[in-house]
């Protein structure tokens, strides 16, 4: 009997699943049986396992958990992916065809292409699906047929052109064409970490519905606000593919609710799709500036700085409070990402590139294009980016985002009794007054490592030598 592989990558889930969803229509009318295989990718996960990876194999440990309780057990791989397969391919000789969710940027690309070659070797047939984005790299362009490269006219052609409805699976039919065989493969890295992040289709489609009724009617007003449960904190389902992108913006498309919330929601999907397609036209952008007029940034090397700026010691509450929620919780809000990176490149005046690499080990819903762009928005050097001169100032920024301090004192035991007066700005504490509040010399808060306003001449000064080399060379 025919058999086919469905190799999950970071699609873990049974409904919308484009790749899933073909390959059970091939089993029913080629009588073939399915062998779903999840493949242990030492690139992914060198030396110690982070709070992003953490997340990630938990996720997957979830998903073969439910499998395996409708009867349909998974093939586990470990090591180089194109002898993984082809250890595969030998030994079920009738494997015919292979179907997978395609990665269309950075390494997942490279290592398809590798996969693909060593199955057409075998005559095995490839059947691969943009599934991860509403609309993916090349399906948004020009009338020229170029990319964009601004967000907005990008958008505008976003929203008017058609898009995949979800695709909704017999679980019958899945079951009927799974193979069944006397497997239950585990791997020590699949497992457990941490139960504060929930995992999979179920809790992902509860997090969407508990959004869309209490939170959505109002995102566009107040979704830059930090505490409360401002935005619908679905990325980490999002990056494990427990939900799809296309589930998410027909669900909310269809909710009957007031446009503005809608809209400004759903442009936060077409960022999504836009960093994708940024990355495919720029296939360096985690190393290279999209913008090459700034290649040349002359930014410091500052170790102690840089460590500050990770363990949450900076002295400025609010970038200490997201730095020490990001090493807590693997996740933390667009503002705060915006502003710990702006501080940063533009306070501490340290490479992006250092920033990008943190994010990327932290983050349990990191992705490599939305971070990358990210990175470069913050940093000023990506297409579309902020301006170079418009820099957050730490201080103004807490009292906006922040301004009864429960966000800063939620993560900041030293600063839990402060009181508003300078929740923002504690070292306008004299001696009397951190006796008071419980940080005392020795064990309290620290004093601000750089100042905001020496710093921000500094970072401009930075740019505008870039700028001069650029006009110079
Ligand atoms: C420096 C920096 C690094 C970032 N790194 C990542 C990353 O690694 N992974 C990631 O998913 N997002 C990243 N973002 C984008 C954004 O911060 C997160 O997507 C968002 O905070 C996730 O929270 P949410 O699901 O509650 O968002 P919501 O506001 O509820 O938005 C819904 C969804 O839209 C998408 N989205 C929202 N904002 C953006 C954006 N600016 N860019 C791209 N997609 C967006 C996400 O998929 C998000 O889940 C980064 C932003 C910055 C400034």
Known sequence: MKQ???????????????????AVEFARKQDAKLIFVFQIDPYFNRGKIELGNQYFFQAVHAFMKGCRSLGISFIIKKGDPVS???????????????????????????????????????????????????????????????????FSPYYRRWETLPKQPPVKLDLSLLKESAATYDL?????????????????????????????????YSYHDTR???????????SPF??????????????????????????????????????????ARYPESRIKPVN???????????????????????????????????????WIHNRLRMITASFLTKNFLIDWRHGEHYFSKKLIDYDLASNAGGWQWAASVGTD???????????????????????IKTYIPELRNVPITYIHEPWKMDEGD????????????????VNHHEQRKLAIEMFQTAEGENKGG
């Open 184 to 216: 239950h493969q585990q791997d020590p890295i699949l497992k457990v970490y941490h139960s504060e992040w929930r995992t999979g289709e179920k809790a992902a489609w509860e997090q969407m519905k508990n959004f869309t009724d209490k939170i959505l």
């Open 238 to 279: 999002i990056k494990t593919g427990a939900i799809s992108a296309r589930t998410l913006y027909f669900y909310v498309r269809g909710t009957e609710l007031n446009q503005d919330g809608k809209n400004a929601f759903l442009k936060e999907l077409a960022w999504r799709d836009f960093f994708q397609s940024i990355f």
């Open 434 to 449: 951190r006796e008071a509040y419980g940080c005392p010399s020795g064990r309290e808060y620290p004093k601000p490592a």
């Open 292 to 330: 090459s007029k700034y290649n040349a940034v002359p930014w410091r090397e500052n170790r102690e700085y840089l460590k500050l700026w990770q363990e949450g010691r900076t002295g400025y509450p609010l970038i200490d409070a997201a730095m020490r929620q990001l090493n807590q919780e693997g």
């Open 84 to 150: 993984s397969f082809q250890e595969l391919f030998d030994d079920y000789p009738d494997i015919t065809a292979m179907f997978l969710n395609e990665d269309r940027i950075g390494y997942g690309l490279q290592r398809d292409e590798k996969v693909k070659e060593a199955a057409e070797k075998y005559g095995i047939s490839w059947y691969s699906y943009q599934d991860a984005h509403i609309l993916g790299p090349g399906e948004v362009l020009k009338g020229s047929g170029t990319y964009y490269e601004i």
């Open 224 to 234: 830059n606000k930090v505490h409360n449960e401002s935005t619908s904190k679905l």
């Open 385 to 407: 980016a902020v301006p170079y001169y418009r820099i957050f100032n730490p201080v103004t920024q807490s009292k906006q985002l922040d301004p009864d301090g429960s966000y």
């Open 4 to 22: 086919a592989i469905v190799w999950f990558r970071r699609d873990f889930r049974l409904q919308d699943n484009l790749a899933l969803f073909h």
